[in-house]
């Protein structure tokens, strides 16, 4: 199965420029936090809420003596859903009058900031089949959210659109399709590129680093949500649309 993921990454993609991979695990580098909060509102969101807008918590030990309670993220519609209906089926109090909120990333950071010692201190919850994959293509326990970003195999470089940014997909199968897709005008680079695997939770760490010497590389970046987040979000719009319409 690892073979396969690296076998339909290989493929190249079109307008593709390469750019230095070490970059990009130099600690030194940052974004401000308008930067930062640009990036994130790119990303839809799934929290768990009660009618008075509290969004479902975790506990998370910041130190030996503090203890913080922090909203849990999930970045995956169906993880959500799948979390609360398991919760209805328990029994759980929470569940009685709980429902999902979509919200946009930087939004939920920016609260954090100002009300937690660190934003950082969110608890993430990833797509189940997208930690199944990375798992199997860097054969080891993955913790955080998965991203997958293209690489010349060769070179060991990232890779970058011709609009001069740094994908980072949250779904491997959506990075395969936009590779597939460019086969057929590629193919002389089907073995030299390849899927790297890193963590979402990572990448935020390193915007956010303190020491900002050069940030060219993480400024780059932009997230790709789940072509199946975006698709949920869509339907939500096609199913509001009626009811406002009657309204009128």
Same mark, same amino acid.
């Given at each position: ?13 079109? /307008? ?30 799934? #929290? ?56 946009? #990333? ?29 798992? $199997?293509?860097?054969? $080891? ?15 060991? $470089? ?17 990075? $395969? ?16 590129? /390849? ?24 400024? #780059? ?11 949920? #979000? ?15």
């Amino acid at each position: 199965m690892q073979g396969i993921f690296r076998r339909l990454a290989s493929t190249g993609l079109a /307008g593709m420029a390469i750019v230095s991979s070490a970059l990009l695990a130099a600690p030194a580098w940052a974004l401000s936090e308008q930067q930062i909060l640009e990036k994130l509102g790119q990303i839809p969101v799934f #929290l768990i809420v009660n009618p008075e807008g509290q969004s479902l918590t975790a506990s998370v030990n910041i130190d030996e003596e503090t203890e913080l309670e922090v909203p849990i993220v999930f970045v995956d519609s169906q993880e959500a859903e799948s979390f609360l209906a398991e919760a209805e089926n328990e029994g759980e109090a929470l569940a009685d009058d709980a429902q999902i909120a979509i919200l946009p #990333l930087s939004d939920v950071y920016a609260e954090a900031s100002e009300q937690l010692e660190s934003a950082e201190s969110l608890v993430y919850v990833p797509s189940a089949r997208s930690l199944s994959q990375a798992t $199997q293509i860097v054969d $080891q326990e993955i913790q955080g959210v998965p991203l997958y970003a293209a690489v010349d195999l060769e070179s060991n $470089q990232y890779l970058l659109t011709s609009d001069n940014t740094l994908p980072m997909f949250f779904s491997l199968n959506d990075l $395969q399709s936009q590779v597939s897709l460019l086969i057929e005008a590629n193919p002389g680079v089907a073995e030299s590129i /390849g899927v790297e695997v890193t963590t979402f939770e990572t990448i935020l760490q390193s915007m956010s680093a303190e020491d900002a010497e050069a940030d060219q590389l993480l400024e #780059l970046i932009r997230f790709v949500p789940s072509s199946q987040t975006l698709e949920y #979000l869509r339907n939500l719009s096609g199913e509001a649309a009626p009811a406002e319409s009657g309204e009128q």
